[in-house]
């Protein structure tokens, strides 16, 4: 086979010389429990490797010896743009094994925060390097996907360059074939009948790694690595850019020149935009690590030194996740009659979880669901004409508003730019107008009988099996950070996790993973505690977080409002519930903008709404006002609802 000039024989390669050298049959014990350790670094939210293309040989040649296999991602800035904007990209790219930087602008960003890259490794260049340390240690390969023809002249060129080298087969599958389930299955058949140590898929991005993430698990002890057009760059039908355009990161204009009507969105539109970005907040980041002096490190390994996180590393929740953790009781199993990952050994999380155990990985965490309540509004709701998701909870949040901030943490906690959230509400529920709109994406629901049990099931649909959503009810006011729950309910490994209070009874927070919502039936009503839960653990494992102390709670009646105020506040300890006695203390008195309350009045464990009046001498406890308190009177235990128009919420919403 036809050697292109300029492209290099990777026969006998110093790089792929010193990776079998280093690997020799002496050094390899399968025995060897767990997976090394490898030095990571954070940029834009994307967890790397920050190793060298000679370390990322051995490392997977390592793990194929020891029976373990696994998944490569290598993110360009295409990558990192879209893992930006869509967070089950960014899963995707979470959950791999290993994480390689395949563009100079990744490499210079690193560096300019002060978290450097040893070199950009790409998954062109991995292609040949790998295959010829595979053909050191015997270990065989397949070629899956590229154009048509491509993965038999790659293959060809392989099989010249490397004569040792074991092709346990190739395939080029006709466009489309990811939709048709009868051509998964047959490719999946013969990946198996094969049992290569090493699989190559040139599909391009996204489409790679998601085909990867579906069949992985059928191969655990194989090897995935998506390739992108490499197949055509070693047979010839595309040109790579020279060695000195790939060091200048100037490869994409070579490839830009090329395929100018197919490439110019991606580079022209969205690639330099986002890369010039990307360096301007890396050299800010850096300029902040410089000066105040961070010198973290992540992982271990030899290539630790100076190897800093930039800020979501930082995130406070991850510490509230500790510090809170006195809070959480044990972790009991409601029902398992099924092995979680974890216990049956199977490929997924729990690998790359292990290099990082002080945090969860982002997983298939698709986002929260909020539960907006039944069909009759609460008799909270009809006394103060507005949604209870709109009362205010004290320093300028709202009900829905904490949520968000909360969803926000989880977000820095995983590292992922947004958790999206969806707040479902029935058909003739208020809708909330406290939070711009933009915060969160809000959804009727058509069927106004359907139960939380149904409707969790009706959405169910939106994801993938292995895809998890975190589930909360909307009227409810957290105690807890959200990031500290979420990662309690991660370490269960229940294809369930509920927290549970009062002896056990669920809270209504969940980390529920979608493949259990299929046993949901599709019609009639379903409530997900009484019916849903019981039947799910006949076959999936449930499993409860049980908290000695309440994590949130639900505001229907204005004793609820009053008594989860005071729980958020925190009330004195041992201080009288009675506002006569001589020992009570007010723990909190809540003015939204736009009310008007004299200064000669009392506001104690009390909310005064916008249009909300107290005059002269009024005493008001445990209550919310809407409308007016007279002079000198008092209002206790009661919602003074409103007499005339109720203000606009959505133009107070920048001050509240």
Request: proline content about 5%.
């Amino acid at each position: 086979m036809h050697v292109k000039e300029g492209e290099p024989r990777w026969n006998g390669s110093s790089l792929a010389a010193a990776a079998i050298s280093r690997l020799s049959p002496e050094r390899i014990t399968p025995a060897i429990a767990g997976s090394r350790r490898l030095p990571t670094i954070l940029l834009h939210g994307v967890r790397f490797h920050a190793i060298d293309e000679q370390k990322c040989i051995e490392h997977i040649l390592y793990e194929i010896e020891a029976g373990r296999g696994g998944f490569v991602v290598t993110p360009n800035v295409d990558h990192l743009a879209r893992a930006g904007q869509d967070v089950s990209f960014a899963a995707l790219i979470a959950e791999a094994n290993l994480v390689v930087a395949d563009g100079m602008p990744l490499v210079w960003a690193s560096r300019l925060q002060g978290t450097p890259l040893p070199q950009r490794v790409a998954g062109s260049d991995l292609i040949s390097s790998l295959s010829a340390a595979a053909a050191g240690q015997g270990k065989s390969i397949f070629l899956l996907g590229g154009d048509s023809g491509t993965a038999d002249a790659a293959a060809a060129v392989l099989r010249d360059r490397y004569p040792q080298l074991k092709i346990a087969g190739k395939l080029c599958p006709a466009v489309g074939f990811e939709k048709d389930e009868a051509e998964i299955q047959r490719i999946t058949s013969e990946l198996q009948a094969a049992k290569p140590d090493i699989i190559f898929v040139a599909l391009g991005s996204p489409k790679q790694e998601r085909l990867i993430d579906r069949m992985r698990g059928t191969l655990p002890a194989t090897w995935w690595l998506g390739v992108g057009v490499s197949f055509s760059f070693l047979c010839g039908n595309v040109r790579r850019a020279p060695v000195w355009m790939r060091n200048c990161g100037l490869e994409w204009t070579h490839r830009l020149i090329q395929e100018p009507k197919r490439l110019f969105k991606r580079y022209i539109i969205v690639g330099v935009p986002f890369a010039g970005w990307l360096l301007g907040r890396a050299t800010m980041r850096g300029i902040a690590n410089r000066l105040l002096g961070h010198a973290d490190g992540e992982g271990e390994g030899d290539s630790t030194e100076n190897i800093r996180l930039d800020e979501a590393d930082d995130y406070s929740p991850r510490r509230h996740a500790a510090e809170s953790s006195d809070s959480m009781g044990d972790v009991t199993v409601h029902r398992a009659n099924e092995k979680t990952s974890s216990e049956s050994g199977e490929e997924g999380a729990g690998q790359h979880e292990a290099a990082c155990p002080s945090s969860p990985s982002r997983g298939r965490l698709r986002g929260l669901v909020l539960l907006g309540g039944g069909v009759r509004p609460t008799p909270l709701a009809m006394a103060i004409g507005r949604s209870v998701l709109d009362l205010p909870l004290g320093k300028g949040k709202t009900v829905l508003g904490r949520w968000l901030d909360e969803a926000e943490g989880v977000s820095r906690l995983l590292g992922i730019e947004h958790l999206p959230v969806r707040l479902l509400m029935d058909l003739s529920a208020l809708q909330p107008r406290s939070v711009p709109a933009d915060r969160y994406r809000m959804e009727r629901d058509q069927s106004e009988y359907r139960g939380t049990g149904g409707l969790l099931a009706n959405i169910a649909v939106d994801y993938d099996d292995e895809d998890m959503i975190l589930v909360g009810n909307a009227a409810q006011v957290l105690l807890e950070p959200l990031a500290a729950l979420y990662t309690s309910l991660h370490k269960t490994r229940g294809v369930i996790a509920v927290v549970g209070h009062r002896e056990g009874e669920p809270s209504g927070l969940m980390l529920v993973t979608c493949r259990a919502l299929r046993l949901i039936p599709k019609t009639g009503f379903v409530d997900m505690k009484e019916q849903a839960l019981p039947s799910i653990a006949s076959k999936h494992d449930v499993r409860v977080v049980q908290c000695r102390r309440p994590t949130g709670l639900p505001i229907r009646l204005l004793s609820d409002y009053v008594a989860a105020l005071r729980a958020l506040h925190q009330p004195v300890r041992g201080a009288s519930t009675d506002p006569w006695a001589e020992d009570w203390k007010s723990t909190f008195a809540i003015v939204e903008p736009g009310a008007t309350v004299s200064s000669s009045a009392r506001i104690h464990d009390s909310v005064v709404l916008a249009g909300g009046i107290v005059e002269a001498g009024a005493v008001v406890v445990r209550s919310v006002v809407a409308g007016t308190v007279r002079k000198d009177r008092k209002a206790v235990d009661r919602c003074v609802e409103s007499k005339g128009r109720v203000p606009d919420i959505a133009a107070l919403r920048l001050e509240v």
